[in-house]
Nanobody, 124 residues
Framework: QVQLVESGGGLVQAGGSLRLSCVAS????????MGWFRQAPGKERDLVAA????????YSANSVKGRFTISRDNAKNTVYLEMNSLKSEDSAAYYC?????????????????WGQGTQVTVSS
């Protein structure tokens, strides 16, 4: 059984930084692409950043480009989301998800396992 456990969320002032972590267990982590999604109340779940199995291909949404960085450490079965220059509009529940293949995808239906989420709240 695959499990994804996120951590690192919290309350931060605008302009501050957080680093989210997602630890995977139950399968060979290095074989799969990973994504970070976020969902604010009343809004759709959106892909924020994604990374392929090796880290050679990454994606960042325009809204976070230059501020958020996704990375992974396959030896630690962990994917990270480094978030800098946080804005109030970044406030949301953040979820990590595992792609069904080595690659990453824009569509959330292409991700077969999800973490429970970690809340990020940015105060202005």
């Amino acid at each position: 059984q695959v499990q994804l456990v996120e951590s690192g969320g919290g309350l931060v002032q605008a302009g501050g930084s957080l680093r989210l972590s997602c630890v995977a267990s139950g399968a060979t982590f290095s074989r799969y692409g990973m994504g970070w999604f976020r969902q604010a109340p009343g809004k759709e779940r959106d892909l924020v950043a994604a990374i392929n199995w090796s880290g050679s291909s990454t994606y960042s949404a325009n809204s976070v480009k230059g501020r958020f960085t996704i990375s992974r450490d396959n030896a630690k079965n962990t994917v990270y989301l480094e978030m800098n220059s946080l804005k109030s509009e970044d406030s949301a529940a953040y979820y990590c998800a595992r792609s069904g293949t080595m690659n990453w995808y824009f569509e959330d239906r292409r991700y077969d396992y999800w973490g429970q989420g970690t809340q990020v709240t940015v105060s202005s």
